[in-house]
């Protein structure tokens, strides 16, 4: 894939666990143009409880607004913590797993995804037609 259509960045997110210690733990942002309302947050299988790679998807807006202020009512929420620090909390079944980002990494990232498609033109990048051609060949 052309290195033109996403963008991905390593961070370091501090695992917030029910001790005081806060394990650092690698993962990954990423944004691709062709799906551009959608930015991924991955985590290794060394960092998760059940030994498997996992992978959480949500709004790139939910993410801009998380930075300024409690954003999200679902399975991602996320919300400034101090002046350089912003909490995403991810819910599932099993728990809550909660992490902690330098918030200038996120606005870092969120920077090189607007470069990519710039917010209120995602809709000129999304592929309908591949889309409902995909969903009337899995019909046949």
Do not use: N
């Not at 300024?68 to 350089?84: E, K, T």
């Amino acid at each position: 894939m052309p290195a033109d259509t996403v963008v991905e960045q390593a961070v370091r997110a501090r695992m917030i666990a029910s001790a005081p210690k806060m394990e650092l733990v690698p993962a990954t942002l990423r944004y691709e143009r062709k799906d551009p309302f959608a930015v991924q947050m991955a985590f290794p299988a060394s960092a998760t409880l059940a030994g498997a790679a996992v992978a959480w998807t949500f709004s790139r807006e939910l993410l801009e607004a998380g930075i300024a202020a409690p954003a999200g009512l679902g399975d991602v929420r996320i919300r400034p913590y101090g002046d350089d620090r912003t909490v995403l909390e991810f819910h599932a079944r099993e728990g809550i797993a909660m992490v902690h980002l330098r918030t200038s990494e996120l606005r870092r990232f969120l920077g090189r995804t607007e470069t990519l498609v710039p917010g209120g033109c995602e809709r000129q990048h999304l592929d309908l037609d591949q889309d409902v051609s995909q969903l009337l060949g899995d019909a046949y």
